[in-house]
């Protein structure tokens, strides 16, 4: 099975030892995403939007492209690991989950856990399958 990686041109450069995306077949694997995976620069000089609806959107938006290089869309995805500082943020998520993907059809966990950057609200991971189903 071929392995395929993928870092964006449309995204910074991780700012760890590890990749955007792998992925294996049809699988694709998607590393912890936020709304600072857009942003270039040094770690500690990135500067985030604020609130946790914009930077949901924002965090999907830096998905959908890592998906579309990857030759696919959100609606490919099947898992979702949703971190956030504060339980509350659930509801919103769930929110914009409902409008960017109406038609579920994926599974979801949640997290409550401290992030690596002070501005950052959520950062999500993802699993991807590109190939047709029967």
């Not at 995306?21 to 694709?28: K, P, Q, R, S």
């Not at 997290?111 to 609200?121: D, Q």
Request: glycine share 8%; proline share 4%.
């Amino acid at each position: 099975m071929k392995k395929t990686i993928y870092n964006p041109s449309n995204l910074a450069a991780p700012i760890g030892h590890f990749d955007r995306a792998v992925c294996f077949g049809d699988w694709l694997l998607i590393s912890g995403t936020s709304a600072l995976t857009n942003v270039q620069g040094d770690m500690d000089n990135r500067r985030l939007i604020t609130g946790i609806q914009a930077q949901t959107h924002e965090t999907l938006d830096n998905i959908e492209k890592v998906c579309l290089e990857a030759g696919g869309s959100l609606s490919d995805i099947y898992e979702f690991r949703i971190f956030v500082k504060k339980p509350e943020h659930f509801a919103h998520v769930s929110d914009i989950l409902k409008q960017r993907l109406p038609r579920k059809g994926f599974i979801a966990h949640g997290y409550v856990s401290g992030l690596l950057h002070p501005e950052m609200e959520i950062e999500i991971e993802a699993c991807a399958y590109l190939g047709t189903l029967d």
